[in-house]
């Protein structure tokens, strides 16, 4: 589902915070992992396929998450 209650809160959270300049989408493809390489931004949401790459690149400490969920998602953790 892409309209269903959880994803219009969830996305109705990213415009939130884009206004309040918590959020910046910079595209789909490298921009932001140049912009969190170079220090531009402090987080990325991105695949854990990519922890390989961001070990050989990230050239400082870093963690690792899980995704947020909204609260009252089914079957959260």
């Known amino acids: 589902l892409f309209n269903g209650p959880l994803q219009v809160q969830h996305i109705e959270q990213l415009a939130r915070m884009k206004n309040a300049g918590t959020f910046s989408y910079l595209g789909r493809t490298d921009e932001p992992t140049k912009a969190f390489y170079s220090g531009d931004c402090a987080m990325i949401t991105a695949?854990?396929?990519?922890?390989?790459?961001?070990k050989h690149a990230a050239k400082f400490d870093y963690g690792v998450a899980p995704m947020p969920y909204q609260q009252g998602t089914p079957h959260a953790p």
């Open 47 to 54: 695949s854990s396929g990519s922890l390989a790459d961001i």
